[in-house]
């Protein structure tokens, strides 16, 4: 099972509003492809999945606030 | 310059490292492994190459590289120093090259070549000269200093004045400007009133170039060059020329500054698949071999990083021993 | 033994430190024949070779930068600025690069350097009579030594040479003058620590101060000897890292205590001193620490710079009365 971490973008460890995800609980996702989208007060970066599998798990909801390392989601 | 098939082909490793040098930090910094403000490295991989193959090169026949990153100059580092000690600083790992608490902005190991990398735009090509002076000073025929800056930072008022006294007391210093066109979200334009930064050589007097950074080959070719003329007493300049592919750092969002249509075409201007397709065509390598040599280089790039993750961090004591700040009594 | 000025005290010291170390060297501007615009390297090229005596062009932010290059490769450069007010020119490779050099390391590169900066007031108002000994203090990794008489510029700028931290050497343009027997032989301190003195001894007030302030501070003293007033005087010669043990025994005694320099008081050097002396001392204090400092406010140029600037004489006795009252 691979953890979905959010990142740290940039040089402050600001906190992120999830914008948008790309993928439902279920669904296939594709290593590379986009998974979620987040946003900050400096900026907005698309995140794509780091493996290939079934995403199982999402953790934070679109427009929900989440802090750097925060557990995101999870894909078997 | 005649290469050697084995030299086109070195080349070719090296700027598939590059490439996945980039993607693998942008891996790592997207799964939340490595935190942000990295620089990476995407586009510019001809130019990493180039200058790889001049380090290596330069080894074989005797001559030490002294230099230190700019941004986006992960590859090379790593080849200066190894790519364990490198990749655990990065991750402020006590087995990292400055025992962890340097990280990627500054690193130096004297040593091994690596002078003290900085993070503040201005003083590298200052001390890089003042390095070289002491090289000469020393009778170290053998051994050149490398000052690389991006259109940005050579914009800092040390950096013309650090070219103006290596000029004067002709010190064994190539200055090197990576333009690629960008200083952070401003454009060239806005930055210098001249298009070929090599032309700021003049001022001070020294040769100044400039050079495709994008063609390996040509990198190389310049950069042996330029060696020996600083080796022989005139420091010199040379501009490559790249194209930076992603923001200033992963997160950046260029398109509110930048014309980003580019990304559409990136196979036209793709150094590493352009370098593949001149191999291609001299019947070196064969289709599959970019794939292959790809996969090989990030093997290597992602176990470093993998096996540097399960290192240990240094303790409270390690990070704040008084030793580290001070040499003499305190 | 023999009667030497604070300037011929600086020469001496490069001297025998060229000859003790050919690691040494000086950069800056107009060092080599000419020995520097006030002339304290005089003679070094022509006995120790042009190419330890580095002329650079105006061009601070560098040339500091390439100090710094030169200390990679095992050089222990004299760094000399032409005013002190200058240094903020150059702050960015102090701060940035030397200070940090060990610790960005790991402990392995040492930059031992040693800026000289000739410091204060001298008629040349708001750009060139400035102290400036508090703006690098707040900087872990820098040293500060700020010596008063030539005995002590002598023997402290040799340490500070010797030391392999960077050093930032100030003194003052003001007293550059002062002479004082000097022995011929004198040995070198082992290290920057320890190195206050007691200037005078007395039993009412201690007095902490250091440069043309702990000149005029001494003068205040011996005149007030007259009204019965006994003044204990610390020259603390190295501000950092700073001594304490002598102002703190001095305070323990006295109970009263006046900290003088001619920088400002607002974020002067004297507030750190003040701060060490509450922290320890407070016990014993009968009154409250009092501090003296320049106006606040630009330096005015021309006479009036030396006239109304800075605390004087007859302003330290009014302290010193109001302190034993």
Not at chain 2, 73 to 84: F, P, R, V
Not at chain 3, 7 to 24: G, P, R, Y
Not at chain 3, 47 to 53: D, Q, V
Not at chain 3, 297 to 309: H, N, R, T, V
Request: one cysteine or more; a negative charge; proline letters at 5%.
């Amino acid at each position: 099972m691979t953890q979905v971490i959010v990142p740290t973008l940039g040089q402050t460890n600001l906190d992120v509003t999830i914008e948008k995800w790309f993928k439902n609980v279920g669904d296939t996702v594709k290593e590379g492809e986009p998974l979620y989208e987040l946003s900050s007060e400096k900026l907005t970066q698309e995140i794509e999945a780091p493996v290939s599998g079934t995403l199982t798990k999402i953790y934070k909801q679109v427009g929900e606030t989440a802090a750097n390392g925060d557990l995101l989601a999870e894909i078997e | 310059m005649n290469l050697s098939n084995e030299q086109l082909l070195e080349i070719y490793e090296y700027i598939n490292y590059a490439r996945c040098m980039g993607e693998r930090l942008e891996y790592f910094i997207k799964t939340g492994k490595i935190l942000g403000a990295i620089h990476l490295p995407k586009g510019q991989e001809g130019l990493q190459a180039g200058l790889i193959m001049t380090l290596m090169d330069a080894r074989k026949n005797g001559i030490k590289i002294n230099t230190n990153p700019h941004t986006r100059d992960q590859a090379l580092m790593s080849k200066l120093i190894g790519l364990q000690p490198y990749a655990d600083e990065m991750l402020c790992k006590t087995s990292g090259i400055n025992g962890g608490t340097s990280g990627e902005y500054h690193m130096t190991c004297v040593e091994k070549g690596f002078l003290p990398a900085q993070g503040v735009l201005g003083p590298v090509w200052g001390q890089n000269a003042g390095y070289a002076w002491a090289l000469k000073d020393q009778g170290k025929t053998n051994e050149v200093v490398w000052g690389i800056y991006g259109d940005g930072a050579s914009s800092r008022g040390d950096a013309w004045e650090a070219m103006n006294i290596a000029a004067l007391f002709k010190v064994p210093m190539v200055f090197i400007v990576v333009n690629n066109g960008w200083a952070m979200a401003n454009p060239v334009e806005k930055e210098a009133p001249v298009q070929d930064l090599s032309l700021r050589a003049q001022g001070s007097g020294m040769r100044g170039i400039t050079v495709d950074g994008n063609d390996p080959i040509a990198v190389f070719e310049a950069m042996v060059e330029a060696n020996k003329l600083a080796m022989g007493g005139e420091p010199n300049l040379v501009e490559f020329k790249v194209t930076r592919w992603g923001g200033h750092f992963l997160g950046d969002n260029q398109e509110v500054y930048r014309d980003t249509s580019f990304l559409k075409h990136l196979d036209e201007i793709d150094p590493v698949l352009n370098y593949h397709k001149k191999l291609l065509a001299m019947g070196l390598v064969k289709q599959e071999d970019l794939q292959r040599v790809h996969d090989e280089q990030d093997a290597i790039i992602l176990k470093a990083y993998e096996d540097g993750m399960n290192k240990p961090a240094p303790t409270v004591a390690e990070i704040c021993d008084p030793n580290k700040v001070y040499g003499g009594a305190y | 033994m023999a009667k030497v000025s604070n300037m011929k005290a600086i020469n001496l010291a490069c001297f025998e430190e060229f000859a003790h170390d050919d690691k040494v060297i000086v950069i800056g501007e107009a060092v080599g024949k000419k020995g520097g615009a006030w002339g304290y390297f005089t003679g070094l090229q022509a006995k120790f070779g042009a190419n330890r005596m580095l002329d650079m062009p105006i061009a601070e932010p560098a040339f500091c930068a390439f100090a710094c290059g030169t200390t990679l490769a095992g050089y222990r450069p004299i760094v000399e600025f032409m005013f002190a007010d200058f240094v903020t020119i150059g702050l960015e490779n102090i701060m940035n690069m030397a200070a940090k050099q060990r610790y960005n390391s790991g402990g392995v590169n040492s930059c031992p350097i040693v800026y000289l900066l000739p410091q204060g007031g001298g008629a040349s108002g708001s750009q060139h009579s400035q102290s400036v000994e508090a703006w690098m203090s707040n900087m872990p990794g820098i040293k500060i030594v700020a010596p008063t008489f030539p005995g002590d510029m002598k023997k402290y700028l040799q340490a500070s040479i010797r030391d392999d931290d960077p050093v930032v050497f100030i003194f003052q343009r003001a007293i550059f003058g002062l002479a004082e027997e000097v022995p011929d032989n004198l040995p070198v301190p082992g290290s920057l620590l320890n190195a206050s003195r007691v200037v005078k001894e007395g039993k009412d007030v201690t007095i902490v101060a250091y440069q043309r302030a702990l000149i005029n501070s001494i003068q205040a003293a011996t005149e007030l000897e007259e009204e019965g007033i006994s003044v204990e005087i610390i020259d603390p010669i190295v501000l950092r890292p700073l001594d304490t043990a002598k102002m703190f025994a001095s305070v323990k005694k006295t109970g009263r205590c006046l900290i003088v320099h001619e920088a400002p008081k607002i974020g002067g050097f004297g507030m750190q001193i003040s701060a060490l002396i509450a922290e320890n001392c407070l016990n014993d204090l009968v009154k409250p620490i009092v501090r003296l400092g320049g106006k606040e406010q630009p330096i005015a140029f021309g006479k009036a710079c030396d006239l109304y600037m800075f605390p004087k004489v007859e302003e330290i006795k009014d302290q010193i009365r109001a302190l034993v009252r």
